[in-house]
């Protein structure tokens, strides 16, 4: 029995349920089932079952009344930063004095500086107003500014943003790690506008703990400088401190790719690995097995500490301690009990964590390890590599039972042929083959295990990821302990030697090397999509039965290996159907400031309509949004894709769309502008066998039974030497009883044209032109619409103070209902046979 384990189990249950919307009401029947049965089992002899059952489901009501406390505390109180920032921030421009100290000392990031400074007051016209949150704030200055470290008192003007996620189906939440830290805003400013200020300090544990993560900080740049050695200082940064600010576009791609982005990430690899090395050196020393856990956990924690913010390693530390002490309570009988109640605790502290994919990930991964790895490794390479120590010495046969005991003897007469040294060499060798097979077995039952969380939020199939992670593994679990032995030499001495310096960036160089060699394997950089959730279903029956037989090992726990590994397989390579709506529907994403539409027509051929923006930042909706949501349908190609115009909130996120989902064919319009972007994106589709089909004015055409007009631009259009809003095809589509209107960027000039045409506007849903500005929505072009439902696709906290008001004040006026990706995330609407039904994505929005 496990019984915290199946405790953890139900508790998680309950706040599942609770998460899909049944609250306060399924708990309530879960509480009064469990107390029912509890009741039954006390009056009948022997129903030990029913008071199992019983306790399960006061479990479940548990979980479910933990999480909706956890979402009625959610409410902003009058002294927080972001009721402060409601009442004194006004407009799309507007700025507030805000002061308070910093967190940390700024870290430079290419060409800018990043700090997260934790508010204190608000400088507002009726006097000062105290103030409780944090913000991120971006120091647009690569030099450092005297006097800006961790603790300091500072006050800046700034317009401070509301962190934003996506709010799309499919799509993650960017902003966790942000709220995690409490941050619930951030700002970007010049130098100028940041003052230092006297009187407000931080903590002295923060200041002492910033203090240090700088130093640590300064050891690592000196055994790896970034200027001479960048991606090996980027490396080892991640490696030790989970800073993964300076990592190249290629190093994460390649890391991704490969299955081993968990080496930049401080976590259970790692500290499982330092634990070894402190508790085997320390048994070393002769420190007693109790006293060495416990001083190994004090430093982990310390470690745990100095980090704190930057990586999840307070769950993994918590695993670690849960492990040593069921160790030497439980004689390591239970190792699943321990896992149960590493994450009982954690879903205590911290509901909502279960709805993450890290939190997924670690309890997944330490479940896999705990019930299938260990009596994996007990019925096959354990013994024998245990029996491989002092092999020379025939008094240590006793140990073991006979039949171990007469393998070694046989052994040993072998080995004595060839001389002691050969022997000990030959041993060795055994004893690195058997520990390599051992690393090799573990990734791939991690691989298949977690490779439905992998493909439902990553998309990676990652079908080398076992071989890589059998090289990378081991090279990491040398190179880890000599980094930080070295990074303690140096921040202790000042200086490490200059030959275990090369040693360690030549080893992290190695590493980068086969990681950008292994992800140009064949598909190893294939994306897959989300496979149906009765697939997942069926997985996660798979995954139960495999716990199960490995308690019981032989041929039971070969065939349930078996089947998991085939599974894993069809959920990364069978063409499932995508999961499309049966009639006309209209999906407009949440990409910030830009657009992108999904239609979907009768018969289930697909049409997007531009794919996001792509910002100087890096930021591409195409990757990170669009390309994700069309994988949550279970879409691998797309019959067309429609370019609007060429301006970078449109276009910027089509090269990664046209690669990945290789449309049969690229719509544009007849005259296009000869600038660089978009002349390469039709390079692109040709390369790629796309067929490019200019559209203009007054073309119609089908696809099935649904019919499809371009409105704008007129053929004798001719677009200049670099895009403009003028250049937007609008087009409509109609299934007969109702349609939409899709007017890209078009102004009003376009809007009268439209009119003037004389061709049918009316339709049930528009999507506003120009993301709601003044220069588009005349109230004549509103009215010949006349829509049920205007959809404006907007960047939330945008520079432009889009939507204008007036624009919504004309939609009003023609009796449109307003949605807004800003506020309500993606809006699908569907066409029925009667009525016009339009949803929203509505993501939950923790505020940690």
């Not at 991640?238 to 990430?265: E, K, P, S």
């Not at 045409?757 to 220069?775: E, N």
């Amino acid at each position: 029995m496990q019984p915290m384990f199946f405790a953890a189990l139900a508790f998680a249950a309950g706040i599942a349920a609770a998460a899909t919307g049944a609250g306060w009401t399924a708990a309530a029947v879960a509480a009064a089932l469990g107390v029912a049965l509890l009741g039954w089992a006390r009056w009948r002899p022997g129903a030990r079952r029913w008071s199992a059952g019983a306790g399960a489901l006061l479990l479940l009501a548990a979980g479910g009344w933990g999480w909706a406390r956890w979402r009625a505390q959610r409410t902003p109180t009058p002294d927080s930063l972001a009721a402060a920032v409601a009442r004194w921030q006004h407009g799309a421009k507007g700025t507030v004095v805000l002061g308070g100290y910093l967190r940390d000392t700024p870290e430079l990031i290419r060409d800018y500086q990043r700090f997260d400074l934790q508010a204190a007051y608000i400088a507002a016209p009726g006097g000062i107003t105290g103030v409780s949150g944090a913000v991120r704030v971006y120091l647009d200055t690569a030099m450092p500014v005297a006097g800006l470290t961790a603790g300091r008192a500072v006050e800046m003007t700034a317009h401070l943003r509301r962190l934003h996620g996506y709010g799309d189906p499919g799509v993650g939440d960017f902003t966790r790690s942000e709220r995690r830290a409490g941050i619930d805003f951030t700002a970007s400013l010049h130098p100028r506008d940041l003052r230092r200020m006297a009187g407000i300090q931080g903590p002295w544990p923060l200041r002492l703990r910033a203090a240090l993560w700088a130093r640590l900080s300064q050891a690592i740049d000196r055994i790896a400088p970034p200027r001479r050695q960048a991606q090996v200082n980027a490396l080892l940064r991640g490696m030790l401190l989970g800073d993964n600010a300076r990592l190249g576009r290629r190093t994460r791609r390649d890391f991704q790719v490969d299955g081993i982005y968990h080496v930049l990430v401080v976590a259970g690899l790692h500290l499982g690995i330092l634990a070894l090395f402190l508790v085997g050196l320390l048994r070393r020393c002769r420190v007693p097995a109790p006293a060495a856990a416990f001083v190994c956990l004090a430093l982990l924690a310390g470690y745990a500490w100095v980090i704190a913010g930057r990586t999840p390693t307070l769950r993994v530390l918590l695993m670690l301690t849960v492990y040593f002490i069921a160790r030497y309570w439980y004689r390591e009988r239970r190792p699943l009990n321990a896992v149960g109640t590493a994450g009982f605790v954690l879903l205590l502290w911290r509901p909502f964590d279960l709805l993450t994919p890290g939190f997924q990930l670690s309890f997944g991964a330490a479940t896999l390890l705990a019930g299938v790895v260990a009596p994996l490794l007990a019925a096959t390479t354990a013994p024998r590599l245990h029996a491989l120590r002092q092999l020379d010495s025939a008094g240590y046969d006793e140990a073991f039972p006979p039949e171990l005991a007469a393998w070694r003897a046989s052994l040993r007469l072998r080995l004595a042929r060839w001389g002691r040294p050969a022997a000990r060499l030959a041993a060795w060798t055994m004893r690195g083959a058997l520990a390599l097979g051992e690393v090799v077995l573990v990734s791939l039952v991690l691989q298949w295990g977690l490779s439905p969380l992998m493909i439902s939020y990553f998309h990676r199939a990652a079908p080398w990821a076992g071989a890589v992670n059998a090289v990378v593994v081991p090279a990491v679990s040398l190179l880890l302990p000599a980094a930080w032995c070295l990074a303690a030499l140096q921040m202790t001495f000042g200086a490490a030697p200059a030959l275990a310096r090369h040693a360690l960036a030549g080893g992290a160089g190695w590493i980068l090397r086969f990681a950008h060699a292994a992800a140009g394997w064949p598909l190893a950089a294939a994306r897959t999509p989300t496979p149906p959730g009765w697939m997942l279903a069926v997985f996660a029956a798979a995954v139960a039965a495999w716990l199960w037989a490995a308690r019981r090992g032989g041929r039971r726990m070969a065939a349930a290996t078996g089947a998991v590994a085939v599974l894993a397989a069809a959920l990364a390579w069978l063409p499932f159907p995508p999961r499309l709506p049966p009639g006309l529907t209209l999906t407009t994403l949440d990409v910030g400031q830009g657009d992108s539409l999904l239609v979907t027509f009768p018969g289930g051929r697909t049409l997007l309509v531009d794919a996001g923006p792509k910002t100087f930042s890096g930021f591409n909706a195409g990757r990170a949004v669009v390309a994700p949501y069309l994988w949550s349908l279970g879409l691998r190609h797309l019959d067309a894709v429609l370019l609007t115009h060429g301006h970078m909130d449109h276009m910027g996120g089509m090269p990664f769309i046209l690669r990945h989902f290789l449309p049969q064919e690229l719509w544009v319009t007849w005259s296009l502008p000869s600038e660089a972007a978009v002349q390469n994106l039709l390079a692109l589709a040709r390369r790629l066998d796309i067929r490019i089909c200019r559209r203009y004015e007054g073309e119609r055409f089908r696809v099935g039974v649904t019919e499809l007009d371009v409105l704008l631009p007129p053929r004798s259009y001719r677009a200049g030497a670099h895009a403009r809003n003028r250049d937007s095809m609008v087009i409509r589509i109609s299934d007969g009883r109702a349609a939409m209107l899709l007017e890209g960027d078009a102004e009003a000039e376009g809007e009268r044209e439209m009119l003037a045409s004389g061709m049918p506007l009316a339709s049930a849903v528009l999507k506003v032109g120009h993301h709601g500005s003044r220069t588009s929505s005349l109230p004549a072009f509103l009215a010949a619409v006349h829509p049920a439902a205007a959809v404006i696709s907007v960047g939330a906290g945008n520079n432009y103070g889009l939507p204008d008001r007036s624009v919504l004040r004309h939609l009003a006026a023609a009796g449109a209902h307003i949605f807004r990706t800003d506020r309500l995330g993606a809006v699908e609407a569907e066409f029925g046979a009667r009525r016009l039904r339009v949803y929203r994505f509505a993501p939950l929005r923790p505020h940690w």
